[in-house]
């Protein structure tokens, strides 16, 4: 994985007098997380001192959050001054499948 820097629309309830402002957000995904031989796909967004742990109510895996605007937008809003964190729950996106042999508990 590699660390970059995109722009990205702003969320929708901020504009300039030309439409939506764009931010920058630091952007490092894919990283995994591993428990029980189950690896976690996550992503972090954004720099700062304070973290903050999205858990995500959608089937969008993180590394294409940025790639729909309006998720884009919040994720924007969200990662600006603070390191952003979220993550494919299990059988989503990078995540590990959800075996039917080891359901999750």
Known sequence: HAVL????PGPSGMRTGSGPVAATVVVDVPHYAEAGG???AYGRFGSGPSPMLL?????????AYLE?????GA????????????????????SDPVSAAAPPR
């Open 75 to 94: 994720i924007s809003a969200l990662a600006d001054g603070r390191r952003l964190l979220a993550f494919d729950r299990r059988g989503l996106g990078l």
């Open 5 to 8: 820097t995109q722009t990205v």
């Open 55 to 63: 858990v995500n109510p959608t089937f969008i895996p993180v590394d």
């Open 68 to 72: 729909e605007p309006r998720v884009a």
């Open 38 to 40: 189950v690896h976690i």
